[in-house]
C-alpha cells in the first residue's frame, strides 16, 4: 500500500519568497508523484509529474520539484512566490503509469503575505 | 473542449436520503473515477469505472455505487446518507492505461447532509 504525508497543513511565506511545501512518501514500489493545486471552490490542476527518468521536474506556474528515493521525499517550491500562488497544493502517489487511482495527502494550504 | 463537467454544484440531503451525482468526462476519454473530498482533507478514492464496469474500488462502504453509460459519462449513487457523507465529490477523467497525469478533475458536487 502506499501513503503520502505532507509536512504542515498550513505554510505562510511573504511575496517573493521561497515557498517549499513538503511531502514525503511510502510506497512499495517505485512511485509516481504528482502534485497538484486546488483553488478555492475549483477541482484539482496538475502542477506536475515524476514518472522516470530526470528525478528535477518542473511544472507551471514556476514550480519545481525534486524526486529523492533516498529522503522518500518529493517537495515542491517555487523562488519567489506570487500573490496567485495562495491556493491548497495536494501531493498524490500513484502505484503504476497505468493506474491511474491517486492517494492523495491531506493538503498544505499556501499563504501568501504581501 | 468543456472539460469534465459535473451537476449539480451543490446539493442538500438529509440523513437516510439517497443522492445522484453527474459527470461528463473530457472528450476522448473512456474512463471515469470519483473522489471524496471531506473538509480540511485530501481527496480519497471512491472507484473507477472503464467499459461500463466497475474497475476499482477503494475502501468505500456498499451504499456507495456508480454506473457509467455508453457515452462514458457517469453517475455516483449513495444511499441511506449519513453526515459523514458530507463532502465535494470529485469526478475525474482519463483514457484507460494514460497514466494517472492524463486524469482531468472537474469542479465537484459539494454535498450537504442535514
Known amino acids: 500500500a502506499q501513503s503520502v504525508t505532507q509536512l504542515g497543513s498550513h505554510v505562510s511565506v511573504s511575496e517573493g519568497a521561497l515557498v517549499l511545501l513538503r511531502c514525503n512518501y511510502s510506497s512499495s514500489v517505485p512511485p509516481y508523484l504528482f502534485w497538484y493545486v486546488q483553488y478555492p471552490n475549483q477541482g484539482l490542476q496538475l502542477l506536475l509529474k515524476y514518472t522516470t527518468g530526470a528525478t528535477l521536474v518542473k511544472g507551471i506556474n514556476g514550480f519545481e520539484a525534486e524526486f529523492k528515493k533516498s529522503e522518500t521525499s518529493f517537495h515542491l517550491t517555487k523562488p519567489s512566490a506570487h500573490m496567485s500562488d495562495a491556493a491548497e497544493y495536494f501531493c498524490?502517489?500513484?502505484?503504476?503509469?497505468?493506474?491511474?487511482?491517486?492517494?492523495f495527502g491531506t493538503g498544505t494550504r499556501l499563504t501568501i503575505i504581501p | 473542449d468543456a472539460g469534465v463537467t459535473q451537476s449539480p454544484t451543490h446539493l442538500i440531503k438529509t440523513r437516510g436520503q439517497q443522492v445522484t451525482l453527474r459527470c461528463s468526462p473530457k472528450s476522448g476519454h473512456d474512463t471515469v473515477s470519483w473522489y471524496q473530498q471531506a473538509l480540511g482533507q485530501g481527496p480519497q478514492f471512491i472507484f473507477q469505472y472503464y467499459e461500463e464496469e466497475e474497475r476499482q474500488r477503494g475502501n468505500f462502504p456498499d451504499r456507495f455505487s456508480g454506473h457509467q453509460f455508453p457515452n462514458y459519462s457517469s453517475e455516483l449513487n449513495v444511499n441511506a446518507l449519513l453526515l459523514g457523507d458530507s463532502a465535494l465529490y470529485l469526478c475525474?477523467?482519463?483514457?484507460?492505461?494514460?497514466?494517472?497525469?492524463?486524469?482531468?478533475f472537474g469542479p465537484g458536487t459539494r454535498l450537504t447532509v442535514l
Open positions: 498524490a502517489v500513484s502505484l503504476d503509469f497505468g493506474n491511474e487511482k491517486l492517494t
Open positions: 475525474a477523467s482519463s483514457f484507460l492505461g494514460g497514466g494517472a497525469d492524463t486524469q482531468y
